[in-house]
């Protein structure tokens, strides 16, 4: 029985906070599940999708991707918008394509908005956006900057704002929105989101370490991109006319840098926000990650701190479910 003719369809994600060691073990997995055939990675990066966007992203390299098939990667110029929408209806595209040629969709990245909204088939209507008030919020944030709009929404939405950056504009935006179009907070109805079924038979896991060890491995990687060119890549990109106002140019790492080009701030301060909003992030990461249901822990202290062993015990619980999905082992067809 082919993988596309499951009634479930079986897929896996491969998620954890930034800096975590997510490429390499999802690289590991693809090559060596639902063998002959494999697996293909769908990216679920908000930075990923962008071109000319690479080290500050952390982006995987074609050399990294071992002859992986990745969807979602330079795929979108900067000046395009991309947001839940987009990803979803992209993702899903990828799932079906990948499902076609009897191989197994991966899941993989940080941004856990847009993992919930493929695996449970969230419903968000994009045309019902008050397009006037987006807009006037966004001036708001112009005009009195990021923390009044981030107050209004710890009035209204708390629980939301437990969760989204201060520096995440466009997502406090949408939960303001959602508020006003409905009357109801973005947070509850994320939940009941969640509680819905999944269209697929699934494997979520999680990708962790213990924090210290984590926020090391966060400031080494920071380092890495500066050695490897991230103000170049960053004034490359004001160079060929990206506004630092696109959302792509929001994304962490991008907007300290030009906020350094611009004089703003010095190139010690820049790095420094960008360690210390990294380590926040990655915090939120987990938060997020630990609320979701059906999720598998994966911490590195049980594996000997071994990307081998982690990926050896994936690769051996995810044929298990393909099997069930295949009816090898007794399971619904």
């Not at 003719?5 to 897929?11: G, I």
């Not at 060691?21 to 063998?35: F, L, M, Q, R």
């Not at 080494?220 to 696109?246: C, H, Q």
């Amino acid at each position: 029985m082919d993988i596309k003719d499951c009634v479930k369809k079986p897929l896996v994600v491969l998620t954890g906070p930034t800096a975590v060691g997510k490429t390499d073990i999802s690289i590991k997995v693809a090559k060596n599940i639902n063998k002959p055939n494999g697996a293909e990675i769908i990216s679920a990066d908000s930075i990923q999708v962008y071109k000319y966007m690479d080290i500050g992203s952390g982006k995987i390299t074609n050399e990294e991707m071992q002859g992986v098939k990745h969807h979602l990667i330079s795929t979108l110029d900067p000046s395009f918008e991309f947001n839940i929408y987009t990803f979803k209806n992209m993702a899903k595209k990828a799932t079906e394509d990948i499902y076609s040629v009897n191989k197994i969709p991966i899941i993989a990245g940080g941004t856990g908005f847009y993992i919930q909204s493929l695996l449970y088939d969230v419903e968000f209507s994009e045309e019902e956006n008050d397009h006037a008030y987006r807009k006037e919020l966004e001036e708001l944030a112009k005009d009195k900057g990021c923390d009044y709009l981030y107050e209004m929404l710890l009035k209204v939405d708390p629980d939301a704002a437990a969760i989204v950056h201060k520096n995440n504009v466009k997502r406090v935006i949408r939960a303001l929105e959602f508020y006003k179009e409905t009357g109801n907070k973005i947070s509850v109805h994320n939940e009941e989101q969640k509680m819905k079924e999944s269209p697929y038979e699934f494997k979520y896991y999680v990708i962790n370490m213990e924090r210290e060890k984590l926020y090391k491995r966060i400031e080494l990687r920071v380092d890495k991109m500066l050695e490897a060119g991230l103000v170049n890549e960053v004034k490359g990109l004001l160079d060929k006319g990206y506004s630092k106002d696109l959302v792509s140019m929001q994304g962490l790492g991008y907007k300290e840098i030009v906020s350094y080009l611009l004089g703003e701030i010095s190139l010690d301060e820049a790095v420094y926000i960008i360690k210390r909003d990294t380590r926040h992030f990655a915090k939120r990461q987990l938060t997020w990650f630990k609320r979701e249901k059906d999720v598998t822990m994966i911490n590195y202290e049980d594996f000997s701190f071994s990307q081998d062993e982690i990926a050896n015990y994936l690769i051996n619980d995810i044929d298990k479910m393909i099997d069930k999905c295949k009816g090898n082992d007794g399971g619904n067809l």
